[in-house]
């Protein structure tokens, strides 16, 4: 396994010869300043995001953990759900922490790309602490935190980040740009996403000149697949529901499914965007029952179809963006008469 190990540099973004992305943070130079400044007077920091972690989140949270570090602040990164073994490339990876934090121990908490304060598992303890800050893209994110940058024009949080170490004038090392360059890249679905503007591909090109592979990357997150993950995916190609009156494509995966396969959720990721891609299709939803009595289900759709599916994820609960967008539910996925359904789960 390739890691980068690269932990210094002298050469700040001073030296690119354009203004990057600071356009995203034009109309928040006051929420800016202080989220500087909080951060700058802190000893210790505390950083967190949601359940099941992406490429986005993961790779936010480590880019802002080697800023902090070489800060030499005390810094942890905590997230609700073990981060996706694919992701074991990237700078900092083992420090990630699955151990639910004392926030009164922390001078600072930032919390990342979460949408809703629920799927970060601190709710309590975030609104008891008097310095916390919000980085997210979400448009569905109230702000529920002290300092709020919430950019939806962003094509990930780590796009935000990027802007905010520009706007500082922090110094990008090849540790920081592969952790930014790893969340912009899945965020934008390996730059097929309608998120992939010439901008957002002349900060891949920077972060690149930094150090950044993104042939690396790419390898690691999407090209990459173990045998139980290439089983699970047959068994979701296998599962292939088409309604023509509604142009939506469901596919199914069980908890059985993922057990008898040796796979994990994260094993599907891609599959929703693959279904996506039927002819005269709307949107795409799988669900998963990935532990017994939870279900996830993800949506996918494009900009020229017309479907916000972040709307449907809202009515069930969830949310995210006009094109891809989830939600969670409790019951199990079960055929009866040919039909799958969801069945609620039996209270003891």
Known sequence: ME????????????????????????????????????????????????????????????????????????????????????????????????????????????????????????????????????????????????????????AATAHILMALFEKTDTPITRDMATCLLTGIF???????????????????????????????????TYQKKELPGLRIWGRALSRIITNKETGVVTSIITEQDLRECEAELDDLSGVVNMLNTLPDTKFAMLLCEYKLGKIKGSLRSEAHKGIDVSAVARRLGGGGHKLAAGFEVEGHLVKQNNVWRIVPVRKR
Do not use: W
Not at 14 to 23: F, I, M, Q, V
Not at 112 to 135: A, F, G, M, P, S
Not at 196 to 206: D, G, N, R, Y
């Open 186 to 220: 899945t965020d934008t679905g390996s730059f097929m996403h309608d998120s992939t503007t010439p901008e957002i591909l002349k900060v891949a090109s920077f972060l690149m000149s930094k150090g950044a592979r993104l042939s690396h990357i790419a390898h690691e």
């Open 3 to 154: 890691h980068n190990t690269q932990k210094t540099s002298t050469v700040g973004l001073k030296s690119c010869p354009e203004d990057l992305c600071g356009y995203l943070l034009q109309k928040h130079g006051t929420t800016v300043r202080h989220i500087y400044e909080a951060l700058r007077g802190a000893d210790s920091v505390l950083i967190g995001t949601h359940e099941h972690p992406d490429g986005d989140a993961i790779g936010s949270s480590l880019a802002l953990l080697n800023v902090l570090r070489l800060q030499g602040k005390r810094v942890t990164v905590y997230m609700p759900d073990p981060a996706p073994d694919i992701y074991s490339f990237v700078p900092g990876f083992n420090e990630l922490t699955c151990e639910k934090p004392d926030l009164s121990t922390y001078d600072v908490v930032v919390l990342l790309d979460y949408t809703k304060l629920y799927r970060t598992h601190l709710t309590e303890q975030v609104e008891q602490h008097k310095n916390t800050i919000c980085i997210d893209h979400h448009h569905g994110n109230s702000g529920e935190t002290k300092l709020n940058l919430i950019v939806p024009e962003a």
